[in-house]
């Protein structure tokens, strides 16, 4: 899977693209991310500026359509394989494990992170994207929204985890609308706390039980959101 990232801010994800996972899904060929920085469309051959004042006024500055269609255009022609445009941004549909799990089966996505207060509302309705926000907070740009998507995307790519259970029994994952029970390894005991007696029986049925129980005793004084949320 190809992801393209458009950013303001380059180096924000040189640590998180050499470290862990993500790595090794690139190392191993499964992954392949390319930044590029939006400031080297910009037609203001002097400062580099991106960014102008809104049209009627109002607090900070927009990001402006030429710079923003040209971009996508020319990486769109760095691959054969056309990208899914995705948008960055606070209004966009909040991003949850299933959406995640179908975005996991593009080819390729083309993500645009937004900064100061967003985009020129024709970038959306020239490009046509997929918008996408990570929850109802407000971040200073899009850079740490684009990562939570490539690394909630990658872990499903098959191959990209070593265990090919792991991810399905992930909360929120198909295979499991359940928070996780409580995990323990060893010391068996610290400052008098103990590992529950059960996890130590070696029995796997009583085991099991004892998951499940914990599991959903959890997620209903949780989230019991989630038990009404069955089609989600
Ligand atoms: Cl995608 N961007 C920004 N700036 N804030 C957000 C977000 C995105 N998702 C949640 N909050």
Known sequence: MRFDIITLFPPIFAGYLTQSL?????????????????????????HHKIDDRPYGGGPGMLICVPPVVHCV??????????????????QGDRLDQRRVEHMARFDRMILLCGRYEGFDQRVIDILNPIELSVGDYVLNGGEVASMVV??????????????EKSSWDDSFSRGNRYLESPQYTRPPEFRGHSVPEVLLSGDHQRIADWRTAEATKKTRLRRNDLFKSEGG
């Not at 190392?27 to 392949?32: A, F, N």
């Open 22 to 46: 993500l790595a090794k899904a690139i190392d191993r060929g499964l992954v392949e991310i390319h930044i590029h920085d939006l400031r080297e469309w910009s037609t203001d051959l002097k």
């Open 73 to 90: 255009e020319a990486v769109q022609q760095m691959s054969e394989q056309p990208g899914v445009v995705v948008v960055m941004t606070p």
């Open 150 to 163: 490539v690394d909630s995307t990658v872990r499903m790519i098959p191959g990209v985890l070593g265990d």
